[in-house]
């Protein structure tokens, strides 16, 4: 995601310095512009930088890239900014904006949705939480990589809303592909279903985006990879825990994706549709156009 999200911000003409693990991955994105500089170590990148963007799996490889040998916090000088635009924990953005700040340092957190079609156009949605003056400071290196932003409150407020959007993401598409297998099993044409739907009031992310294009078609593909969204679905899960909220129906949806997690056995290069082949599997019929 942060390969396809940095050539916005250097298409507006501002300096950047990038640092990735893959350090093949960074050149080949520093040879394509002119003001991209690759670094050594996060810690180098926070020394020449007013302000870093973090785009990891979760919380924890934030914290150990900030905390860490060679890290960001031993680069940083009073006054800089972190801006975490990973799915992190909310409880963990907020400890790690509490350590930083005994060193002078802000920290906005602003995840994305919008997977990797809205990353390569430049279109994602923002969730951004932080003090309204630091924020304000970032929207130059954001507002590129954005078509829509909303401002969601203190710091671990955009992570927060980002996981329940997620959450709400999963169970979206367990009632899509229950529903489109009650109806293929009837006998309707899924792709008419889709359709009806998507101008009806049942309509929701999962009919739009991936029915059509990624179930009915059995490809299967997508942007959102299997593991990431099974970690934001379980920080959404203690969320509800730490909030001492009652989720019954998410609980539930939370139980499905555990067993097709054990089902699917090797994740690596699956999507969160697969989910869909795991409903289809226990209902002995998939998802598909008469023959």
Request: proline share 4%; charged share 20%; hydrophobic share 40%.
């Amino acid at each position: 995601m942060g390969a396809r999200m940095v050539p916005h911000i250097a298409a507006s003409g501002i300096p950047i310095h990038i640092f990735d693990l893959n350090k093949e991955a960074a050149n080949k994105i520093a040879r394509a512009h002119n003001n991209i500089f690759v670094e050594d170590s996060a810690k180098d990148v926070a020394k020449v930088t007013d302000a870093v963007i973090t785009m990891l799996p979760a919380g924890p490889e934030v914290k150990d890239c900030t905390l860490g040998p060679n890290g960001l916090i031993e680069g940083f000088s009073q006054g800089k900014i972190l801006i975490d635009m990973s799915s992190s924990q909310p409880w963990l953005t907020v400890e790690l904006a509490e350590e930083i700040s005994k060193h002078g340092i802000e920290f906005v957190d602003s995840p994305v949705s919008g997977g990797t079609q809205g990353a390569d156009a430049g279109t994602l949605t923002l969730m951004i939480g932080g003090k309204d003056d630091v924020v304000e400071s970032c929207m130059p290196i954001l507002k590129p990589m954005a078509a829509h932003i909303f401002r969601t409150g203190g710091v671990g407020s955009g992570h927060a809303l980002k996981t329940l959007n997620n959450l709400l993401s999963g169970l979206n598409t367990v009632a899509a592909a229950e529903t489109f297998l009650i109806g293929t099993r009837f006998g309707l044409d899924p792709e008419i279903m889709c359709d009806v739907i998507n101008e009806s009031t049942g309509m929701n992310s999962a009919t739009k985006r991936n029915m059509k294009e990624q179930v009915i078609s059995r490809k299967f593909g997508g942007g959102f990879s299997w593991d990431l969204k099974f970690k934001d679905y379980e920080i959404a899960m203690e969320l509800a825990r730490v909030t001492k909220t009652p989720v019954p129906i998410s609980a539930l949806g939370f139980q499905l994706f555990e067993s097709a997690r054990t089902w699917i056995g090797d994740t690596d290069g699956k999507t969160s549709v697969e989910i869909v082949r795991y409903l289809e599997h226990f209902a002995g019929s998939e998802i598909k156009k008469p023959d």
